[in-house]
């Protein structure tokens, strides 16, 4: 499976962006895609996943602000980012897996990543 992550850039704190993820290859066992951030110095972290039946997870820090959803016919993702603010700041990556899940170590593929800079 490969994953191409799109859609980052710099926008001012309280914008929006969109993110897409593409998967292409073996998606069959692939049933979950997943969105993680990392900012320097800081670990990898959890921030949204969507499973085959549509459940969706999200971190706290983004509840009420990023929005998941897919698109199954072009096996997309994508990741609705509103109300930024400085501290998203990140690589964004998506990851697809058997199951949605916090943990990135459940995830079995791994797009390049976007990065996401929300200034002040």
């Known amino acids: 499976v490969q994953l191409q992550a799109s859609g980052g850039g710099l926008v001012e704190a309280g914008g929006s962006l969109r993110l897409s993820c593409a998967a292409s290859?073996?998606?069959?066992?692939?049933?979950?895609m997943g969105w993680f951030r990392q900012a320097p110095g800081k670990e990898r972290e959890f921030v949204t996943a969507?499973?085959?039946?549509?459940?969706?997870l999200y971190a706290d820090s983004v509840k009420g602000r990023f929005t998941i959803s897919s698109d199954n016919a072009k096996n997309t993702v994508y990741l609705q980012m509103n109300s930024l603010k400085p501290e998203d700041t990140a690589v964004y990556y998506c990851?697809?897996?058997?199951?949605?899940?916090?943990?990135?170590?459940?995830?079995?593929?791994w797009g390049q990543g976007t990065q996401v800079t929300v200034s002040s």
């Open positions: 290859g073996r998606t069959a066992s692939s049933n979950a």
């Open positions: 990851a697809a897996g058997a199951w949605a899940r916090w943990d990135p170590g459940q995830y079995d593929f």
């Open positions: 969507i499973g085959w039946s549509g459940t969706k």
